[in-house]
């Protein structure tokens, strides 16, 4: 089956937008004071996470939390359950705790210039993992480490355009009806994948999204979501486009409740590739899954340790990542590490 030699493997591409000079001052250290040129000095790195949302969310807390044990760092670790504020409080008390190094995977983009600005003043470097900020002042972080969420959304859309130019939907008339479940609501992996698998579908008219709403990338509201999807549209739905796995996962209950074959009836994409999406993909009821590496914990605590010694990093470092069609399913999985 040709679909198997579909596993695309992107390169990785570390983009050094500008080479930033790490120490946010001519002090020896980035983090000032006393912790300068000591290399014998355990670095203390605060981490806020945003919650633990996801299959996605807590592979990556525990990459992040193995790699600091790994590294020989002292993580402080907080978990904002969401929640912007949170998270605004948990890099305050790290500025307060003066840590070395601060990284944080914000829950949204915006909405972040005054507690970065604080950080800045106190001279505590900024890293982020995951997801982007909008800033107006780029100077406020050194660094982003995460995937490509545009490019993301891409890779869905191309393999929904491609799974119906094979002929696989040929019993669909007309109008190709997209339901879409988008992540939360301000996030950048929801802003850039809808953008992405807009941009690809966008050039075939046959392809209509007709209802977009946030299941807030949990299952719970994954499958919340699909059931008024359901109920509004009947059986018009062809495909399922969900922002991650686990939304995907509570929608293929809500299908199989009203009676419908997920990954047959409604054709089912979404993303990162976790455990719980080969599963569903081996059952025949998620079609394909594109991958996103929750698995940052070492890029990030290499980071760490440079701009301690008052190295520089690459403004920004993507992630490698592949696309899992159904059909590769049964073979990837025992490979799968999250
Ligand atoms: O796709 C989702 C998680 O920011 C890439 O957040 C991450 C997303 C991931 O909750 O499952």
Not at 95 to 113: K, N, Y
Not at 215 to 239: P, W
């Amino acid at each position: 089956m040709n679909r198997l030699l579909h596993i695309v493997r992107f390169p990785v591409a570390l983009v050094a937008a500008a080479s930033l000079l790490v120490a946010c001052s001519n002090s020896e250290s980035p983090a000032g004071g006393d912790k300068g040129g000591d290399a014998s000095k355990q670095i203390t790195l605060g981490f806020s996470q945003i919650g633990a949302e996801s299959e996605w969310r807590t592979a990556n807390t525990t990459s992040v939390q193995s790699a600091a044990k790994e590294a020989g760092i002292n993580l402080r670790f907080s978990d904002a359950q969401q929640k912007q504020e949170n998270q605004i409080k948990a890099l305050r008390s790290f500025i307060a705790q003066r840590v070395d190094v601060i990284a944080f995977s914000p829950v949204v983009e915006t909405g972040w210039e005054t507690v970065l600005r604080e950080a800045k003043a106190a001279q505590i470097p900024v890293i982020l993992t995951d997801r982007a900020v909008q800033v107006s002042d780029e100077s406020l972080y050194l660094s982003l480490i995460g995937s490509d969420f545009v490019e993301e959304g891409r890779k869905a859309g191309r393999w929904l355009t491609e799974y119906y130019a094979t002929g696989a939907g040929k019993d669909v008339k007309g109008e190709i009806k997209i339901v879409e479940l988008q992540g939360t609501v301000g996030s950048a992996p929801a802003n850039d994948r809808k953008k992405g698998f807009a941009e690809i579908i966008g050039a075939d008219e046959r392809f209509k999204v007709i209802r977009s709403q946030t299941g807030d990338f949990t299952r719970a509201k994954g499958k919340e979501v699909m059931e008024a999807f359901l109920k509004a549209e009947g059986r018009n739905i062809n495909v399922l486009y969900a922002h991650n796995d686990d939304m995907a996962i509570g929608a293929i209950q809500a299908i199989e409740e009203a009676g419908l074959a997920p990954g047959k009836d409604i054709i089912i994409i979404s993303i990162d590739g976790v455990k719980g999406a080969f599963e569903a993909m081996i059952a025949g009821k998620l079609n394909v899954t594109v991958e996103c590496s929750p698995l940052l914990g070492p890029q990030l605590m290499e980071a760490v340790k440079k701009v301690a010694a008052g190295e520089t990093i690459e403004r920004r470092i993507v992630t490698e990542e592949s696309v899992f069609p159904m059909e590769t399913a049964a073979e990837v999985l025992p490979t799968r590490k999250y």
